[in-house]
Nanobody, 124 residues
Framework: QVQLVDSGGGLVQRGGSLRLSCAAS????????MGWFRQAPGKEREFVAT????????YYADSVKGRFTISRDNAKNTVYLQMNSLKPEDTAVYYC?????????????????WGQGTQVTVSS
């Protein structure tokens, strides 16, 4: 397993941008599909985006497609989530996660490792 530490959250106005980072420890980072999930108060954890081991393929939830971009730097053991055109409904705790599954694994319980989460708040 890898250990994950999320960072980069904060308070931003509608239409603004944030970039989240997830630093991984361990020599096997490049073998994992990485994902971002989010959880708003009173709601279930939901899938946001995934990226395959090489960074060559990505997959997004419809709600963020065209606004968010997931990327990774295997040399730095880090995955990123660039969030643009933020909306109040994007407010949530964001978590990165690692799985040995494929790009379209969007079920949270199939992920092996999780970051601690970082809060994103979008004001209107």
């Amino acid at each position: 397993q890898v250990q994950l530490v999320d960072s980069g959250g904060g308070l931003v106005q509608r239409g603004g941008s944030l970039r989240l980072s997830c630093a991984a420890s361990g020599r096997t980072f490049s073998s994992y599909t990485m994902g971002w999930f989010r959880q708003a108060p009173g709601k279930e954890r939901e899938f946001v985006a995934t990226i395959n081991w090489s960074g060559g393929s990505t997959y997004y939830a419809d709600s963020v497609k065209g606004r968010f971009t997931i990327s990774r730097d295997n040399a730095k053991n880090t995955v990123y989530l660039q969030m643009n055109s933020l909306k109040p409904e994007d407010t949530a705790v964001y978590y990165c996660a690692a799985t040995k599954g494929g790009l379209r694994v969007i079920v949270a319980r199939l992920y092996d490792s999780w970051g601690q989460g970082t809060q994103v708040t979008v004001s209107s």
